[in-house]
T-cell receptor
Framework: GESVGLHLPTLSVQEGDNSIINCAYSNSASDYFIWYKQESGKGPQFIIDIRSNMDKRQGQRVTVLLNKTVKHLSLQIAATQPGDSAVYFCAEKRGLERGAQKLVFGQGTRLTINP | EAQVTQNPRYLITVTGKKLTVTCSQNMNHEYMSWYRQDPGLGLRQIYYSMNVEVTDKGDVPEGYKVSRKEKRNFPLILESPSPNQTSLYFC???????????FGPGTRLTVT
């Protein structure tokens, strides 16, 4: 069935190092791919998105890469900081009838930053 | 401050006792949605609404109702809660074509 999944459920990195969080998806019909960050006790927060016709998009300390050939999405965080500790979700945005939209989320990767 | 609010944040109830979780947004967004978050299953969409009086089912609508009488509010109603509805619930909103959804802080519901 349709799914958006993650390769690794947990990831630990040293403060200051770069982090790479991966995501595999199975449905090619999505028009956007999105990364959300969820800190403990809070709702998901939008980080960055990439349109399906793009390969790379950069934000502030974050880069998202999209490889449609192998249906793979990654989030790179540069110079990780303690505040980056959270669960990261990838999501697909799919258009539905009558202009509706749907977000399909992966299961999440917990990123832990070691001092 | 632009935000989505939910109430209550925590709720413990018993099987069969009707409850409502409120959701309100102050961004004049047309689109609102409810999700439930369960370990190992991620976030799954329950219902969504594209505008006032327009609602539709998501992936897991069974046992839930919603209404959209005003643009800013989108309450989630559990007419007869059951233990399998114990979960963490999130409300979200966005513009109709927007990619970014704004999420509320969550409501942790326990049904005994």
């Amino acid at each position: 069935g349709e799914s958006v999944g993650l390769h690794l459920p947990t990831l630990s990195v040293q403060e200051g190092d770069n982090s790479i969080i991966n995501c595999a998806y199975s449905n090619s019909a999505s028009d956007y791919f999105i990364w959300y960050k969820q800190e403990s006790g809070k709702g998901p927060q939008f980080i960055i998105d990439i349109r399906s016709n793009m390969d790379k998009r950069q934000g502030q300390r974050v880069t998202v890469l999209l490889n449609k050939t192998v249906k793979h999405l990654s989030l790179q965080i540069a110079a990780t900081q303690p505040g980056d500790s959270a669960v990261y979700f990838c999501a697909e945005k799919r258009g539905l009838e009558r202009g509706a939209q749907k977000l399909v989320f992966g299961q999440g990767t917990r990123l832990t930053i070691n001092p | 401050e632009a935000q989505v609010t939910q109430n209550p944040r925590y709720l413990i109830t018993v099987t069969g006792k009707k409850l409502t979780v409120t959701c309100s947004q102050n961004m004049n967004h047309e689109y609102m949605s409810w999700y439930r978050q369960d370990p190992g299953l991620g976030l799954r969409q329950i219902y969504y609404s594209m505008n006032v009086e327009v609602t539709d089912k998501g992936d897991v609508p069974e046992g839930y109702k919603v209404s959209r009488k005003e643009k800013r509010n989108f309450p989630l109603i559990l007419e007869s809660p059951s233990p399998n509805q114990t979960s963490l619930y999130f409300c979200a909103s966005s513009t109709i074509a927007g990619v970014e959804q704004y999420f509320g802080p969550g409501t942790r519901l326990t049904v005994t």
